[in-house]
């Protein structure tokens, strides 16, 4: 493969026979090899070395300038980081991205070959971790002092591999061979008690304290990330917790029970950091993940409060100097944590502590989900933390008695309904209500999600405090999603608009007077195909599937959801495979219908929906009778490095939730940077899209969100569309037959049945005549070229509002309130 002849960013911090001094140097002194000998992971391991002389330089003049000035911070607790690849990012980010490239050239090396030796840090499921992942971006290249804490994950999101068409999930080692992005610090290790039981003591004073006496003590070592702004002022760190056994336990109390007892006890505390949850949108209410979630809150509060310490006598002036961000539902232990700590360890009083807390925490909300709002059995608080159930037993009593009481007088029944403890069978804790009772700040993700936040999610908390819920767009960080994962349009735009689009990305708005310009289409739609042929050269590698890049790119990626409507997308695939089979002459352009998507393990029909995507590939691909008109492609193990191939090749991007239900999306963001159109419904951030680029450069469908309200309302009845339309019929019909999978009738039947005798609840089938309406018109707007391209253009030169540096100005703004700290 040719080294591509992009551009280097603007600053060269290293010229490329520096560079290149450097390589050889760490090949010998890192890697105990040399040129000769070594193979593309150790070349690897020696350019990340030499990039690092730099990034830990600037890591180090961040730190000491936020020390110096004892700035505020902002502390982003997340479950997930999902980073992808750091390597051609961080060289991007330092401006030695072109000096790397050359020095490899000149070493014999091509500089893709071996950045595609690192493993993708894939911490994360989907649009959750990889918003965080943005967002610590954003806030190192704004300058704004900032720390990510996580989990270190010993295992990321599965592997996923497709045999017979199905899905098999392999493990996933992300640093079996060692990581060269992460440096341990064990000087700040950190002791996280567990179980056991809480004392009531009387002191001399007569003064009632609380002692929490653990059953069990891990202890949490952290991991620092470097996060490189771009063009390298600031780098702050994502410290990410490992779980280990405490010392404490492996002497003093195991050694009675020998040495193989204080092994299976190492195992157990080492369990904790070993693997990410691989469900995205509903909660498995396992104790092994209430213990990660207090493991990282417990080790993130004592860090942070360590740093305060160093500085401050007393805690009047914490809420002033942190902040924390809980990314969902997820951290949200940390509230009780904090109190515990700041009562039962540093002796505050109830109501300074509750002060603390109500000045320091804000919340985002990710989702609408019922099943995805995290519950935790109150006997499971009990046993793991009962400490922190006794506090969140306060918290709810005092806010019943005091603010509930107080706005609707004597209302039980609005108290049984507002309490953060969930009366039945089995008692639950409502992490969602002890965030908003807490946070000074609750907020969507998009401005139509942020509204149905207050309006159905949490009415009468907002009712009780308005002034508490607040809208931030996502957005999503161009640095990644165009300057390096699409060179060739990055360089177009250079010589366009000039070179600070990748802050400023409004600046590529100097590009739309171009969208009607002859020279100007055929440079764009020229980039557009050459992201193509890399995309079918890649199709062919993995799936073993020739596509013409001269066809239609429909691309669907995303987690696999009923609420997503992949199968949406199927029905429509067989309609117009019947529609070919009937009518040869049927007219339609050549289409590629591309799919990528995890399942949750457990998700049976998710799982279903991706072998009948298989299994119709498998017959569409290699029936004859269509003349290639129609190809459909699954790309296994779809994670932020196939993704990186995927948005720059997509012509049409699939954004086909049911409206109200996709909070907001950030992948119809990336697509539309790249120069592709939106055919979607009116949900999440697709609203917000739809403004920016025109309605007439966006095809929308199906039903909006009152339209979906009232029709559920109404009593919906899947079995009238199925009736009324004998296409869809046909198409439900067919999955109960064999012709997908031969001999194996009914294999596919359980997708229909979900949609029948299911009751459809993301109504796919009152959506499909309006989804293969629609994609007519897509169809032949796409065949039409030039107008294509215009549109493609505006879209791409439209999009600027989700940079997500926007995103962190609008957080720092209405939430957070951080001034920048510009390191020496
Ligand atoms: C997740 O990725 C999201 C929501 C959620 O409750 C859990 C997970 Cl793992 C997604 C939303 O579905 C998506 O609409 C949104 O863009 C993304 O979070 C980032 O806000």
Redesign the pocket.
């Known amino acids: 493969m040719a080294a591509k002849k992009a551009k280097a960013t603007n600053t060269v911090a290293l010229s490329k026979d520096q560079f290149k001094d450097a390589i050889v140097k760490h090949l010998r002194s890192t890697c105990g090899t040399d040129e000769a000998r070594a193979n593309n992971q150790a070349w690897w391991k020696a350019t990340c070395a030499a990039v690092n002389e730099l990034v830990f330089d600037r890591l180090t003049e961040t730190s000491k300038a936020n020390a110096d000035k004892d700035s505020r911070a902002v502390h982003y607790l997340s479950l997930?980081f999902l980073m992808g690849r750091l390597t051609v990012n961080n060289m991007h980010n330092v401006g030695v991205f072109g000096a790397a490239r050359d020095a490899l050239a000149d070493l014999g090396k091509d500089v893709n070959d071996i950045c595609d030796e690192e493993p993708d840090m894939a911490l994360?499921?989907?649009?959750?971790?990889?918003?965080a992942a943005c967002f610590i971006d954003s806030l190192a290249t704004l300058n704004y002092p900032a720390v990510g804490y996580g989990i270190h994950y010993e295992h990321g999101l599965f592997r996923q591999e497709i045999q017979g068409g199905r899905q098999i999930e392999r493990p996933d080692s992300w640093r079996e061979y060692g990581n060269p992005w992460e440096i341990c610090r064990p000087e700040s290790i950190q002791e996280v008690p567990l179980y056991g039981y809480v004392e009531t003591v009387f002191g001399e004073d007569g003064k009632m304290r609380k002692v929490w006496h653990a059953g069990r003590q891990i202890k949490g070592v952290p991991w620092d990330i470097p996060v490189v702004g771009y063009e390298a002022k600031t780098v702050n760190v994502l410290r990410l917790w490992e779980s280990k056994a405490a010392d404490f336990f492996d002497w003093d109390v195991f050694n009675a029970g020998g040495y193989i007892d204080s092994q299976s006890e190492k195992s157990q505390a080492e369990a904790v950091s070993k693997v990410l949850y691989p469900n995205?949108?509903s909660e498995a209410g396992k104790e092994l993940r209430l213990i990660q979630q207090y493991f990282f809150c417990a080790c993130s509060l004592k860090d942070i409060i360590r740093r305060y310490k160093r500085n401050h006598s007393d805690f009047s002036q914490f809420s002033k100097q942190a902040v924390i961000q809980l990314n969902?539902t997820h951290p949200t232990v940390a509230i009780p944590e904090l109190m515990r700590i700041l009562i039962d360890e540093e002796g505050l009083v109830w109501d300074d502590a509750w002060k603390i807390c109500t000045e320091t925490f804000a919340y985002?909300n990710?989702?609408l989900?019922p099943e995805?709002l995290e519950k935790w059995a109150v006997y499971l608080f009990e046993k793991v933390l009962p400490r922190h159930l006794e506090i969140i037993y306060e918290i709810n009593r005092r806010f019943l008695e005091d603010e509930v009481e107080a706005k609707w007088p004597g209302n039980d029944e609005m108290k049984r309904h507002l309490s953060i403890i969930e009366e039945g069978e089995t008692r639950m804790v409502r992490m969602a209500y002890l965030c908003v009772v807490t946070c000074f700040k609750t907020n969507g993700?998009?401005a139509m999600?942020s509204e149905l936040v207050k309006e159905d999610l949490f009415p009468e908390f907002y009712e009780l405090w308005p002034e508490r819920f607040v809208n931030v767009t996502?957005g999503v960080t161009p640095r990644r999603w165009l300057l390096a994962c699409n060179e060739q349009l990055a360089n177009m735009y250079n010589e366009t608009v000039g070179t600070d689009w990748p802050r400023k990305l409004d600046e590529l708005k100097g590009a739309a007077k171009f969208a009607d310009d002859a020279k100007f289409q055929k440079n764009f739609m020229a980039i557009k195909r050459e992201k193509k042929v890399e995309l079918a050269d890649k199709i062919e590698e993995l799936c073993g599937i020739k596509v013409s890049p001269d066809a239609m790119f429909n691309v669907l990626i995303k987690?696999l959801h009923e609420y997503k409507r992949q199968h949406l997308a199927l029905l429509h695939i067989l309609a117009l495979y019947r529609r070919l089979l009937e009518n040869p002459d049927y007219d339609m352009g050549p289409q590629v219908f591309i799919f990528g998507s995890k399942a949750a393990p457990g998700y049976k029909l998710a799982k279903d929906i991706i072998y009948a995507i298989n299994k119709v590939a498998d017959k569409v691909n290699n029936d004859p009778r269509i003349k290639d008109k129609l190809k459909v492609v699954f790309m296994p193990n779809y994670r932020v490095t196939l993704a990186e191939k995927l948005f720059p090749a997509g012509d049409v991007s699939l954004q086909i939730s049911t409206a109200g239900y996709?909070?907001?999306?950030?992948g119809n963001m990336k697509f539309a940077l790249n120069g592709a159109l939106t055919l979607g419904t009116m949900d999440?951030?697709n609203v917000e899209i739809r403004e920016e680029v025109g309605d007439e450069n966006i095809f929308i469908f199906g039903m909006d969100c009152d339209e979906v309200k009232a029709l559920k309302a109404a009593g919906y009845n899947p079995w009238d569309y199925y009736y009324g339309n004998p296409e869809l019929k046909a198409v439900l019909d067919w999955l109960e037959t064999d012709f997908f999978t031969p001999g194996a009738p009914g294999e596919l039947a359980s997708i229909k049945h979900s949609l029948l005798e299911g009751g459809d609840p993301y109504l796919v089938l009152a959506d499909f005549e309006s989804f293969t309406t629609q994609y007519t018109a897509v169809d032949v707007a796409y065949r039409d070229q030039k107008k294509w391209a215009k549109m493609a253009i505006i879209n791409s030169a439209s999009v600027g509002k989700f940079n997500s540096d926007r995103s962190i100005e609008d957080y720092v703004d209405r939430i957070w309130k951080l001034e920048k700290v510009m390191p020496n």
């Open positions: 997930e994360g499921n989907g649009g959750l971790g990889r918003l995205d949108e969902d985002t990710h989702t989900l995805a993700v998009a999600h996502n987690r996709e909070a907001s999306g950030t999440g951030a």
